[in-house]
């Protein structure tokens, strides 16, 4: 089984619509992170959360919400689809690592992705 | 801000190719720094990383230096493979309460 679980892996809808997209994981991490990935534009991120009640706005947040509901879930909301929101996101998790040299400093691990089609 | 630029791809290479994918970085501290790998239809996964200057990375026969004084962190294998068709991102991180920061990916297509 992954450590990371993102449901669905797929999902077509249509603007106006309500989408939530969930993350799970198993590794025991407190932060979480949520990612668009668009061709040419690589990674951006959306929101981050380093515990249950922190949750921090990334570089493209707007029309979108999250919610931690424990340390092992953390989901994405879209409260309204819209049709330039069509991209394949990715759930992460990391350790608390701090500091240079650090083992596991900022080392992320990653979902398998959701593609989302807004029509 | 903190930033990474990597080379546009794509590019194409024929097995058993020397690979150099530059990666270079703009940082305000002393970050660590990361290639991340993502085979087709998968999520990414760390490649190597290094912590510190002059550090060298290596896996899976890539291998990339730390290096402060040109603030590059450059991916090299001696010999693709087909199977090393994926895309590639160098990232980087400061130590402390900060994400990581990705470059935009460079896409590696190797042929037989």
């Known amino acids: 089984d992954a450590d990371v679980t993102q449901t669905p892996r797929n999902r077509i809808t249509k603007t106006g619509k309500r989408i939530m997209l969930e993350c799970s994981q198993t590794?025991?991490?407190?932060?979480m992170y949520w990612y668009r990935q668009d061709p040419g534009l690589g990674l951006r991120l959306i929101y981050y959360s380093f515990d249950v009640k922190d949750i921090n706005k990334g570089e493209i947040s707007d029309g979108y919400s999250v919610s931690r509901q424990a340390q092992a879930k953390f989901s994405l909301s879209l409260e309204s689809a819209i049709p330039n929101q069509t991209a394949l996101y990715f759930c992460?998790?990391?350790?608390?690592?701090?500091?240079?040299?650090?083992?596991?400093?900022?080392?992320?691990?990653f979902g398998e992705g959701s593609r989302l089609t807004v029509l | 801000g903190d930033s990474v630029t990597q080379m546009e791809g794509p590019v194409t290479l024929s097995e058993e190719a020397f690979l150099t994918i530059n990666c270079t970085y703009t940082a305000t501290g002393y970050p660590s720094l990361f290639w991340y790998v993502q085979y087709p239809g998968e999520g990414l996964q760390l490649l190597l990383k290094a912590t510190k200057a002059d550090d060298k990375g290596s896996n899976k026969g890539f291998e990339a230096t730390y290096r402060k004084e040109t603030t590059s962190f450059h991916l090299e294998k001696g010999s693709v493979q087909v199977s090393d068709s994926a895309v590639y991102f160098c990232?980087?991180?400061?130590?402390?309460?900060?994400?990581?920061?990705f470059g935009k990916g460079t896409r590696l297509s190797v042929i037989a």
């Open positions: 590794k025991g991490h407190d932060r």
């Open positions: 990232a980087l991180h400061e130590p402390g309460n900060t994400p990581l920061v």
């Open positions: 992460a998790t990391s350790l608390a690592g701090h500091g240079r040299g650090g083992a596991n400093t900022g080392e992320l691990f």
